[in-house]
């Protein structure tokens, strides 16, 4: 397959097919629910086009492909829980939608779901990609928790924040890459650096929607800017500014942080000018580069190229050049 | 190994030796804690029983012995918050020691560790437990939303009601069986008629709670007497009295179920009082005979026994004959 249309439409496809029962009704329509809200299938596609990359087995790819799809939106399912969101891709959240038991129990079967598909995988490439798998789940479980505690913590350092934000979400991008490369019969080094790849782009990603809610334009971003200033969320920008501000710039931020009272556009307004003084775009557009540089290291490193190297990376280049 | 106490200490033994990461402390202090409060460890007991059954090499039925066991407790932590159970084995739920967060992820995070274990069963035998597991683990998710529902819907059968618990609480003990006959090499028909002996017996099981709930010796059950008759819960004993009762006893037991003000030990007298009339106690202790029997039909057609079908079926009647 020559166009990512195409890797697309067939995930797409895939999902579709996935026949669940219909009892108990309230188990199995939220996830019918969750699973038709689309998004760009971002992990699937890149097993795919990890897994061209190797080799011409696609059939291979195609099980775990889906069960990490199928994992990533059951941690959306239960982080909105967690984090009281109410909407997700412009629909109601499913403990809105339902309510909280029915999001826990149906996150928890698609959870069971997603572990399904990996275990559909070729005995030669099960254990291994099962290994992955479960160490990536787990750590994804972490560094949700550590989201959560940094809401109340102050005094989150760069480093830990980026420590999160890989295990919150580069390791499930780089696993989707190594999981490709594993049934594209990638020798150990490929797969190895593929990983750490992903690893380093999912950082770049992660900190482009630091940016994007800050600095994005809404018409393109598709959602109201400046959320998270006004839910004080510890993002790269935040972070920085609290490092960087000094005397009555550090001060001023604080109170913006405390004041509950203030309406939330001038507080947007207020920290925004806050982070121009501070130059904190600029630093984060530089942190952006820094971490896709280091990919591209990686990436080079790859010696194998079955002639989709250049679709993966022109899909990644296109991810990272978003401005939605 | 002859005695049940040596299996119950090799899985305790298992469960210490498990090397939990320390950070983030309140993602795994909570697993340590549900994993450490004890319990019967029933299901991996089974399992180890039913591998020594056929083989000698219970180092194979080991690991995912501890996987059921993790998955257990996982669905306990998760059910509590959905019920909103307080207590559990004597001590704090974790979302009432933790939070509702807490108790979500920590949960979360059980259930991958559970596939963590069952993911290093020996690959000779992985993909038919793995495929086991992930059809068990969806059903007990089922038998959980079909207790929530039967809580507001009055028109439970009998049929409703053993399907549930067939799905909560039978099809894990059975997969239990199967899985140590599965790593003990049994044959299929083997593997087949312990896991049906499971089901049946996991009725039974269920059964005898229910009737102890209302009709145990709080001394010996460890639990105060008639919790399910208070919470009105759907139990057999409920279902059976509703189908039963006619005209002013039909009537009696509407009332006691929709008045709220009536003190719960009034409460509790007045049910069992209308229990004794009906006759439901011996009803339930039919059914619980009826499917011993049938569990017994399925455990004397396992044709093979490597010398411990004894200890299993002694076991089995010790947990059947228990008055705890």
Same mark, same amino acid.
């Given at each position: ?29 939220p996830i019918r629910y969750v699973l038709s809200l689309g998004g760009k299938r971002i992990r699937p596609v890149l097993a795919l086009l990890a897994n061209q990359m190797f080799d ?182 935040? &972070?920085?500014? !609290?490092?960087?501000? *000094?005397? #009555?710039?550090?001060? +001023?931020?604080?109170? $913006? /942080? =405390? %004041? ?33 540089? &280091?990919?591209? !290291?990686?990436?080079? *490193?790859? #010696?194998?190229?079955? +002639?989709?190297?250049? $679709? /993966? =990376? %022109? ?10």
């Open positions: 397959m020559k166009k990512i249309e195409e890797y697309y439409s067939l995930i797409n496809n895939q999902l579709d097919k996935i026949n669940l029962p219909v009892n108990p009704p309230n188990l199995y329509e011409n087995n696609i059939d291979q790819a195609i099980n775990p492909a889906i069960g990490l799809e199928i994992f990533h939106n059951f941690t959306l399912l239960h982080d909105d829980i967690m984090d009281k969101a109410v909407m997700r891709r412009n629909k109601e959240t499913v403990h809105v939608k339902w309510n909280e038991n029915v999001a826990i129990l149906s996150g928890d079967t698609m959870m069971i779901l997603a572990y399904q598909f990996i275990s559909r995988t070729n005995e030669k490439y099960l254990k291994e990609i099962l290994n992955l798998f479960n160490k990536t789940s787990l750590e994804v479980c972490e560094g949700q928790q550590y989201d959560m505690n940094f809401e109340t913590n102050v005094n989150v350092s760069e480093a830990e924040y980026i420590e999160m934000i890989r295990l919150k979400t580069s390791v499930l991008i780089a696993a989707s890459l190594k999981i490709g490369a594993i049934t594209g019969n990638a020798n150990t080094e490929d797969a190895e650096n593929i990983y750490n790849y992903g690893i380093n782009i999912g950082l770049g990603f992660q900190l482009q929607d630091d940016l994007l809610d800050t600095y994005g334009d809404e018409n393109v971003f598709g959602k109201k800017i400046g959320n998270d200033i006004v839910t004080n969320k510890k993002t790269f920008l935040l &972070i920085s500014a !609290l490092k960087k501000a *000094k005397g #009555k710039d550090y001060d +001023g931020l604080i109170e $913006l /942080l =405390e %004041n509950k009272t203030r309406p939330d556009n001038e507080k947007i307004e207020k920290v925004i000018n806050l982070y121009n003084k501070l130059e904190i775009k600029n630093l984060v557009k530089e942190k952006i580069e820094y971490y896709f540089n &280091i990919a591209k !290291l990686f990436f080079n *490193k790859i #010696k194998k190229d079955n +002639g989709n190297k250049l $679709l /993966l =990376e %022109n899909y990644i280049n296109n991810l990272a050049n978003r401005n939605f």
